[in-house]
C-alpha cells in the first residue's frame, strides 16, 4: 500500500485546516470592528426557538469560539498528516475537517454580529441554514482540492503469491496476531464524542450524553486484534471483547492475501455484509481471505497479512490430515 504524495498530503492539510484560519481571522476582525457595540453580558447560546438563554462576558465568549474553531483546524490538521499512509480516507477526513470548522466559524461570527446589533437577541433557524449551506458548499470545493484517490495498478487485488508456506512439525504449537487499526472511524468517534461534550456543556446532557457514548464506542471499536491459532481466525475489538467474529478451521476451506478496496467492494468501512462476502474492513490494504464450506468469503484488513495466511493454511492442513 503506497502512501499519499507529499504534495498531496498537504494540500489536503490546507483543505482540513484553512476554514479554521480563516475563521479565527474572521472572529477576530469582526470583534475589533464591533467591541463598543456589544453588550457587557453577550448572549452566548441560544434555544430552537432562536431565543437567547445563556449570557456571557466578552472575553469568555472570544476564549471559547477561538479554541473550538482552532481546536478544529489543529486536530483535523493532524489526523490528516497521520493519515498519510492511507490515502483513500484521508481525503474524507480532510474534508470533514473544512465542513466543521466552517459551519462553527459561521455560527460564532455571526453570534458576534447579533449581539453587536442591540435589540431582541435572536438568532434564526434560517441563519443556521446559511451556515449549513456554506459548509456544504466548502466540502464540495474542498472534495476537489483535496484530489481523487487513485487505486493501485491493475491485477493488484489478485490473491498474493508471495504467501510463504510455514512447515509445522508434529505438536508444534503456533500462533500470530496483530493490530489493525482505522483512523476514519477513530476521527468520526473523535468528532462526535467532542461535540456530544460540546452538546452536553452548552443545551445539556439529555441529547450530548448519547452522542458523548456513541463516539467513545466507535473510537474504541476502530480497532481489531486479529489473532491466527489452533482456534482458527478471530478478530475482536482490541478493547473490548465483544464483539467478536471466530472462523474455527473445520469452517475454513482455503486461505489467501489480497488488496482490498473497502468503497468498491465493501461500500464503506467497518464490519461489512455485501452478496457472497463479508468481513472486518477498517482500511484500504493488504487482507486476509477465507473461503468457508459454505461458498461465502471472510476478509479482514491487517498488515503481514501473507505470514497470517501461510499459518493459517498449515494449521488447517495438519487438522484436515
Known sequence: MSAV??????????????PAVAGCVALLAFYLALRHQLPERMATHFGVDGQAD?????????????????????????LVYAMRAVPEPQRIVAVL???????????????????????????P????LVALGAAVAYAGLGWLLAGAYEPPAAGSSAPSARVPRLELAVGEVASWSHVAASPLLRAVGVVMAVAGLALGFAAGWAGGASLLVAGVVTALCSGA???????????????????RVRLPLERITEASARHVEPL?????????????????????GDAVAVRLVHGSEFVVTVDDAGTAVGLLNALRERQAG
Open 125 to 128: 433557524a434560517w441563519h443556521m
Open 97 to 123: 475537517g473544512g465542513w466543521a470548522a466552517v459551519l462553527v466559524g459561521v455560527v460564532v461570527v455571526d453570534v458576534l454580529r447579533v449581539n453587536a446589533a442591540g435589540g431582541e437577541l435572536r438568532l
Open 225 to 243: 486484534r486479529v489473532t491466527v491459532d489452533r482456534n482458527g481466525l478471530t478478530v475482536r475489538p482490541v478493547v473490548l471483547p465483544r464483539p
Open 5 to 18: 504524495p507529499v504534495s498531496r498530503t498537504a494540500r489536503r492539510i490546507l483543505v482540513a485546516t484553512l
Open 54 to 78: 445563556a449570557f456571557d462576558t466578552a472575553g469568555t465568549f472570544l476564549a471559547v469560539g477561538f479554541g473550538v474553531v482552532g481546536g478544529l483546524g489543529a486536530m483535523f490538521g493532524g
Open 264 to 284: 468498491r467492494e465493501f461500500g464503506g468501512w467497518g464490519y461489512r455484509v455485501v452478496p457472497g462476502a463479508s468481513g472486518v474492513v477498517l482500511r484500504a
